[in-house]
């Protein structure tokens, strides 16, 4: 069992029959009456974000969440298959839990995923880039230079992007995960 003091960014805890991700906490110490913790809670399995307050002598459970390397192998339409490098054990991942970031899953890509006691994924860990081809983009203006603008493309595996007039169909490009923003051309 953990207290309101343990509260820290990152930590998962269990709250209403769900595993909650702390994003981000706040102690606050009134001039009256006793302190709380104000934090906002993101939900592993369905991202729902929600902020709740806590009393100082609230306790909370603290689930220890285990992170394991996985190997994307492929989608068989409603499910995800991943793969343990070790075991070489075949896990099916609902489309549900990777609906946000299968634009920039590619097969054999490696990745980390956040696991429950009991096994169950939580959530996924994409590398920081990835490098994906343009399907389809504009195309060059004769007076378009390389300023602050771009013009907007989609990649083969359907991410609408914007990128600088240069870069053109069929060249490939590095795209960071975290923000779905185009970084370089690879």
Known sequence: ???????HNGMVIDFKNDYYEVV???HVKPGKGGAFVRTKLKSLRTGQVLENTFRTSEKLTEIKVEKKKLEY???????YVFMDSITFEQIQVPGETVQDIEVFLTENMEIVAKLSPDEEILGIELPTT???????CEPNVKGNTASGSGKSAITDKGL??????????????KI??????????A
């Open 24 to 26: 981000d906490f706040l």
């Open 73 to 79: 192998l492929y989608n068989d339409g409603s499910f």
């Open 176 to 185: 960071d995960t975290r923000t779905g923003d185009y970084l370089e051309r």
């Open 1 to 7: 069992m953990a207290t309101t003091s343990d509260i």
């Open 130 to 136: 990835v490098i994906q081809e343009i399907a389809e």
């Open 160 to 173: 609408r992007i914007t990128v600088p007039f240069f870069v053109e169909i069929g060249n490939k490009i």
